[in-house]
């Protein structure tokens, strides 16, 4: 068998590699890949904090909930004189009068109250329940007071029957209370009306805001008392 030749070559210095297609404009290439690279860097962080943010917006939308107050207040008429309660009204003595209320429904909540059911129930004592404008007009179109199998408490503690009407408000903000407006007969020997007022949004129907009043009618002289329950005696 012929034997492999083998050749041995050796160098007598050191090996010098040169480039033969490399130029000066290698390192404005880097720079320019860099700046890419920190600029897609910049645009994936403010993708994430955007994103974040409006995850927490929407989570906050998400949990907002309305919360309603419920306010009442007598209009057109004065209040009795050292009575600090401002249902505490004056009247003549043994007259029947018509008493004109404003309702207040503001929202103390952080989310917007969409379409809100309202509700008054006073005792079937009263007449002439309804609603009406801030002039005492009825409203258009009328609508009557229906009785109800729900009873108000009077100031002995007794129940008494109540009669009611209602509406819907179609929205209650943040930042402005609705108001509305009803009256109701008052007759000449009646001194204390409990009232009831409910308010519930479509929002949160496990939320339903029920307020009680009482509004107390006194004399217009002194000594200011509380009206007499009772027709006066024969002369």
Not at 10 to 25: E, H, Y
Not at 123 to 129: F, K, V
Request: aromatic share 6%.
């Amino acid at each position: 068998m012929d034997q492999l030749a083998v050749t041995t070559v050796k160098f007598a210095g050191p090996v010098t590699v040169r480039c033969s297609n490399c130029s000066g404009g290698s390192d404005a290439l880097a720079l320019a890949a860099l700046v890419v690279a920190v600029v897609g860097t910049g645009a994936t962080i403010l993708l994430v904090l955007w994103t974040r943010t409006e995850h927490r917006e929407f989570l906050r939308r998400l949990r907002a909930r309305a919360r309603l107050r419920v306010t009442l207040e007598p209009l057109r008429v004065s209040q009795a004189p050292d009575q600090t309660d401002p249902l505490a009204i004056m009247a003549p003595p043994h007259v029947s009068f018509e008493l004109l209320l404003q309702v207040g429904v503001a929202n103390d909540g952080d989310g917007p109250a969409g379409h809100t059911a309202l509700n008054v129930l006073v005792p079937q004592a009263t007449s002439g329940l309804t609603w009406c404008n801030a002039d005492g007009g009825v409203s258009s179109p009328y609508k009557p007071a229906l009785h109800t199998a729900e009873t108000l408490t009077n100031e002995n503690g007794a129940a008494v029957p109540a009669m009611w009407i209602n509406q819907v408000l179609p929205r209650v903000s943040t930042r402005t209370p609705v108001l509305v407006h009803f009256k109701i007969g008052v007759a000449q020997y009646t001194r204390r009306i409990p009232i009831r007022v409910k308010a519930q949004c479509d929002e949160d129907e496990r939320f339903e805001e029920v307020a009680e009043f009482d509004v107390k009618v006194h004399d217009d002289a002194p000594p200011y008392a509380l009206r007499s329950s009772a027709p006066p005696p024969p002369i």
